[in-house]
């Protein structure tokens, strides 16, 4: 990654969010968060799992519809986001590459997790993504970048999430 010569190739890209949240229904059974190695890092809830997968066909109809495939996924390191991608993937087609981007993520700040830094790293051990992508044979790498430093601003946030994000397509 990324791909050596692009010189003739047609790119299209596209962006959507996490499927639904563990910790968002009360479906699921309840309130899990105890469970979860960070407090910031939940799960997919049944209903977001099936509907990541939903996303994947979509998506993969769409791209058919204009004689394009996908051949690679981008997501933060947040395991709810590799669920989402996971589920995508496996509906899109094996071969797809998912590039866990340690840049892309929350505010880790104020502004969304509270007045203090979090005791916890705010995502799961990168091992856990990768021991999903394993389980699941989804072909995997980690895009390894500087940690957020607490406490990162809102302006900081967005500056390290779109010097990351646009990087990719290059």
Partial sequence: WPPEDTSNTSFMFGVCRHAQRA??????GGDLSSTWPSP???????AG??????????ARLFAADKALTFQTV????????????VEMITSLG???????????????????????????????????ALELCRERGI???????????????????????AGGFFKHPQ
């Fill in 40 to 46: 910031f890092d939940p799960p997919l809830s049944q």
């Fill in 139 to 161: 072909r995997c790498c980690v895009l390894q970048k500087d940690a957020p430093v607490w406490p990162e601003s809102r302006r900081d946030a967005r500056a390290r999430v």
């Fill in 49 to 58: 799992v099936e509907g990541a997968g939903r996303m994947g066909i979509r």
């Fill in 74 to 85: 981008i997501c933060s390191p947040y395991y709810r986001c590799v669920q989402t991608s």
């Fill in 23 to 28: 910790d968002s229904t009360d479906v699921d």
């Fill in 94 to 128: 094996k071969g797809v590459l998912l590039v866990i981007d340690l840049a892309l993520g929350e505010i880790y700040g104020p502004d969304v997790m509270g007045y203090s830094e979090p005791v916890a790293p705010p995502t799961r051990p990168i091992d856990a």
